[in-house]
């Protein structure tokens, strides 16, 4: 069996053949992909570093086998099989080769349709996530500057409402404020089909009688509005494709996703889309790749556990927020952080990733098995008590019924604890 290495670049990919020993580069495009399979045997394994790019795509849609391997740990096979020299054909062999040496360090790759379109839906969601956020920030450093009252009267918060960013599209400053009247703002207001607001009007009359001039000048009134303009369209953006992810996770056979405790629509595309774009071995697999699972080092009576690295970064910071979401939702997720915070003495970040490891394993079990969750059985599973009735979480799913007293209280059968959640299998890989 043939192992290529690909070092992927814009323009050109540098590939390397094990079987060859010989390092060939190709033109990124369809005649450039067409060269690479010609150069290479039909069974060849195709290694490429972590990232979804067209070449990737292109070999999933031709049949092949993809593996996709961490970028540190082609920066770790550096170390040893070209003495940290870095160059486009080093890069490509010392992928082949960690491949070849050490292939649980790469996860396979797989080619779905569903997945794909969530991958797309989910960098979307993100770009448009990152640019709001950062559109929020130069907008607050100016007004910090040259309007501070606008943010102190507005509170803090402010930049969550879109009639009080839009206010900044009409009257970026206190002078332009004064001019224009209520009447003329709620007119704005409705042509863009936003409510002016009593509570906003109040806030307004405040600004006009407390706020100081001072001395903004026509270019930075300009930006103010323009980045406030930018900011609103961005956020409608990102509403847009959340309501594109919902419709398309809740007509899928993953909407079950949703039934777990702190996950939103968000969470269950990330979480669905890595579940079915790679192909996972057990839970075990699934849990590094989210980066939930420590790292343990240990010699003699030394012993650490630090944060694991080589992951999706981007998911592992979704399911940090999954988590304070889901310590809310149950009993046992709530004392599970309780323990960790109050008894053993771990700091909240740590006890949030635990609490996160627990819960990817329990995702992996129902995407797998597609069955929804069930905390009752769950933790018979673990042995535990139900929980009490005012932490019972409740399903997600529209037309699901919300768990009943009568329900808790009934003995769970034999049958019931050998179910998915109780039973999720597999050999730890190194």
């Not at 290694?47 to 540190?72: A, H, M, Q, T």
């Not at 082949?96 to 292939?103: G, I, M, R, V």
Request: proline share 3%.
């Amino acid at each position: 069996m043939d192992i290529v290495g690909i070092d992927w670049s814009w323009n050109f990919h540098t590939c390397y053949s094990i079987e060859q020993d010989k390092v060939f580069k190709i033109k990124d495009g369809i005649a450039g992909y067409e060269k690479l399979l010609k150069r290479v045997s039909k069974d060849a394994v195709f290694v490429i570093e972590e990232s979804f790019n067209r070449l990737g795509d292109f070999l999933l849609s031709r049949g092949k086998e993809v593996y996709l391997l961490p970028p540190k740990r082609s920066k770790e096979a550096r170390g040893y099989h070209s003495n940290g020299v870095k160059t486009d054909s080093t890069d490509a062999r010392c992928i082949a080769l960690t491949y070849k040496e050490h292939p649980e360090y790469c996860i396979k790759a797989t080619h779905d349709e569903l997945g794909m379109l969530f991958r797309e839906l989910l960098r979307h969601y993100r770009y448009y996530t990152d640019m709001a956020s950062r559109l929020k920030n130069k907008l607050q450093n100016e007004l910090h500057n040259y309007f501070p009252e606008y943010a102190r009267v507005m509170g803090n918060s402010w930049t969550d409402c879109d009639g009080r960013i839009f206010l900044l599209t009409i009257c970026p400053d206190v002078t332009e404020l004064r001019k224009i009247s209520d009447k003329e703002i709620n007119r704005h207001f409705k042509a863009n089909h936003l409510r002016y607001t009593s509570s906003l009007k109040r806030k307004v009359k405040e600004l006009r009688e407390k706020a100081i001039d001072w001395g903004m000048s026509k270019y930075t009134r300009d930006m103010i509005a323009n980045v406030a303009t930018q900011l609103l369209e961005a956020k409608r953006e990102k509403k847009k494709i959340t309501k594109e992810m919902e419709k398309e996770l809740r007509k899928s056979k993953y909407n079950i996703i949703l039934t777990l405790p702190g996950v939103g629509v968000a969470t269950g595309v990330a979480l669905v889309t890595a579940f079915l774009t790679h192909e996972f071995k057990n839970y075990r697999d699934f849990q590094k790749y989210c980066g939930t699972m420590p790292i343990v080092s240990q010699s003699g009576n030394f012993r650490m556990c630090r944060m694991r690295k080589n992951c999706d970064k981007k998911l592992r910071g979704i399911l940090h927020m999954m988590a304070i979401n889901a310590k809310k939702c149950g009993a046992w997720m709530k004392g599970y952080y309780d323990k960790k915070t109050n008894k053993e003495g771990k700091k909240p970040s740590l006890a949030l990733r635990a609490l996160a490891n627990i819960l990817v394993k329990i995702a992996f079990a129902m995407l797998r098995n597609l069955k929804a969750y069930d905390e009752e059985l769950f933790l018979s599973s673990r042995g535990n008590k139900s929980p009490r009735l005012n932490y019972t979480t409740r399903n997600s799913i529209p037309g699901t019924k919300k768990m009943t007293k009568e329900k808790l209280s009934l003995p769970v059968s034999v049958a019931q604890t050998n179910c998915h959640l109780g039973t999720v299998s597999g050999s730890l890989s190194p």
